[in-house]
């Protein structure tokens, strides 16, 4: 089989849920890191079409935008809906992620702490609490974020809460604006391959 890579800095920002989803699936990839001071040459070789990581080698092809990478990956090994109003709450999700993270990983990149508990304090609830409210409305908050199987989803708000609090000692944020969210990430934390992975993944440099 051809080799997969994926090509991101050591960090888990725009990579991570891609990176979740292929050892969920146990699909064997290239997590290559590339470090800053390579960035430069291969920016202007013209590696990426856009310029910009991550970028995702696969099925003789390089694909950029993480988003689409994602899509592309479970269209593929089948964690993508067909039912328009499935598709409708798996994307609606994932440009929300993408909002957050907009906002958080510039803030984590500066490093400036008082900025960064600020926004734990002041925007964090709401964020959670939107979340919690989106996973309720499927099937009680007790299952999946869209329909009645594992999505592209699960998989994006899994990284997000997971690198964002669990991760970052804020934990109890969670527990305290989102209660089915917290339970919704133990239960993916069942997933052996899924728990090894985040065990065992080198820590993220933002
Ligand atoms: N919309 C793009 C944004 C990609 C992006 O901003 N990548 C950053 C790292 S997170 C990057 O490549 N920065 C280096 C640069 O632009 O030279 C995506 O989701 O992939």
Do not use: C
């Amino acid at each position: 089989m051809a080799e997969i890579t994926l090509h991101y800095f050591p960090i888990y920002g725009r990579a991570e849920p891609v990176r979740m989803l292929l050892h969920y699936h146990g699909v064997q990839f290239n997590d290559h890191h590339v470090q800053l001071q390579d960035w430069p040459g291969l920016k202007t070789s013209g590696f990426s079409e856009f310029g910009q990581l991550p970028l995702l080698e696969i099925d003789g092809r390089r694909l950029v935008q993480s988003k689409a990478i994602l899509r592309y990956v479970a269209e593929k090994y089948g964690y993508y809906p067909t039912d328009p109003r499935d598709i409708y709450f798996v994307e609606s999700l994932s440009d929300f992620k993408e909002d957050v993270l907009n906002v958080t990983m510039p803030l984590m990149f500066r490093g400036e702490a008082e900025a960064v508990d600020k926004w734990y304090q002041e925007s964090a609830p709401t964020v959670l609490q939107k979340i919690e409210r989106r996973l309720v409305r499927n099937e009680g908050g007790n299952k999946f974020f869209v329909g009645k199987s594992l999505s592209m989803a699960d998989f994006q708000i899994f990284g997000l809460i997971y690198d964002l609090f669990i991760i970052r000692n804020r934990a109890n944020l969670v527990q305290t604006h989102a209660p089915k969210v917290y339970d919704f990430i133990q239960r993916a934390l069942t997933s052996a391959r899924l728990k090894a992975y985040v065990d065992s993944r080198p820590p993220s440099h933002v």
